[in-house]
């Protein structure tokens, strides 16, 4: 008995040494995610608490003195800045739906497509043109479909009274790089859906109609919501194209808060683009709050 008490932990020694290499092993994990997060706190951190402190500041232009107040938040909900709020999300959401129901079936036929070169082709292609955006994409539709376009001059666009400076000429140019994008995301989803699923409902007497309706789509749906949402965050973030093709003749909130920073409208403005840009935080806040959970719900079944 004594023997087997004595014994009894050195053989508890060897189990616990084990569980405290593993710890060893973590540790530099976490040091190496150290300068991220350093990182992180700087470049994003900080720029938000600025934005915060001066989205609820007031500057007295007399004495120069500060103080908290709700007046910037209020007045970024009022008059030209909340016509720019409605503009900026009427603009994503309609870009970002006809993006959508067009992405779909150009990402299926990309699926289904028996040549590797040309599936590799357009997602390479996609991948390019979903980041290209800015003054060169402005500069391209204005050399093609502007007033004095090579497309407008040829077609006779200019009589028949097309626009390229007005929103659904802006919509055109956001659907150049918003397609592919959605091609890029939708496609590891339709590469999820199972060949056994199409033959069980071919089996079953069921369309390609039918089988797309009660099957596929449903099976989909979180990723084409998931899409629809990354779509509209990234329209509604967009500055350069449009400040480069239309200037004021849009209203958008991004304009509007150049157009506050610059001064271009009144003086002592920039705690009110402050305020709008916090507007605009909150809004990617919710589509990120709405395309995580969608994009977990899809990889339950497309996994």
Same mark, same amino acid.
Do not use: C
């Given at each position: ?92 959401a309609v870009s970002a739906g006809i993006a959508t ?16 070169a040309l599936r590799e082709a357009v997602l390479t ?9 800015? %003054? #060169? +994409?402005?500069?391209?539709?204005? @050399? ?5 376009? /090579? &497309? ?5 666009? $200019? ?90 003749? %849009? #209203? +958008?909130?991004?304009?509007?808060? @150049? ?5 271009? /409208? &009144? ?5 009110? $683009? ?30």
């Amino acid at each position: 008995m004594t023997t087997a008490l004595t014994e009894a932990p050195a053989d508890v020694a060897p189990a616990a040494a084990p569980r405290q290499r593993r710890r060893r092993r973590r540790a530099p994990g976490w040091l190496a995610v150290a300068p991220l997060l350093v990182f992180v706190a700087i470049a994003f951190g900080i720029p938000a608490l600025a934005m915060l402190n001066g989205a609820f500041t007031v500057k007295d232009q007399a004495t120069a003195a500060s103080s908290y107040t709700m007046d910037n938040l209020t007045g970024s909900f009022q008059g030209a800045y909340l016509t720019a709020l409605i503009g900026s999300v009427k603009l994503s959401a309609v870009s970002a739906g006809i993006a959508t129901v067009l992405g779909l079936p150009l990402a299926q036929a990309v699926v289904t497509s028996r040549f590797r070169a040309l599936r590799e082709a357009v997602l390479t292609a996609s991948g390019v043109l979903a980041n290209f955006g800015g %003054v #060169p +994409l402005a500069f391209a539709f204005v @050399a093609t479909l502007g007033n004095s376009g /090579v &497309l407008t001059r040829h077609l006779g666009l $200019a009589d028949k009274g097309w626009s390229l400076y007005s929103f659904w000429g802006l919509v055109i140019v956001y659907l150049y790089f918003l397609i592919p994008l959605m091609v890029l995301t939708i496609t590891p989803a339709l590469d999820g859906l199972r060949s056994q699923w199409r033959e069980a409902a071919q089996n079953n007497g069921a369309t390609s109609v039918q089988y797309w309706r009660h099957v596929a789509l449903p099976v989909l749906a979180p990723s084409l919501l998931g899409g629809l949402v990354l779509l509209f965050g990234s329209a509604f973030a967009a500055y350069a194209t449009a400040a480069a093709m239309v200037g004021s003749a %849009v #209203p +958008l909130v991004t304009l509007q808060i @150049a157009d506050a920073i610059s001064g271009n /409208v &009144l003086v002592g403005q920039e705690n009110v $683009a402050l305020a709008l840009s916090l507007d605009m935080v909150l809004i990617a806040g919710l589509v990120m709050a709405v395309y995580l959970p969608l994009q977990r719900r899809s990889a339950r079944w497309l996994a």
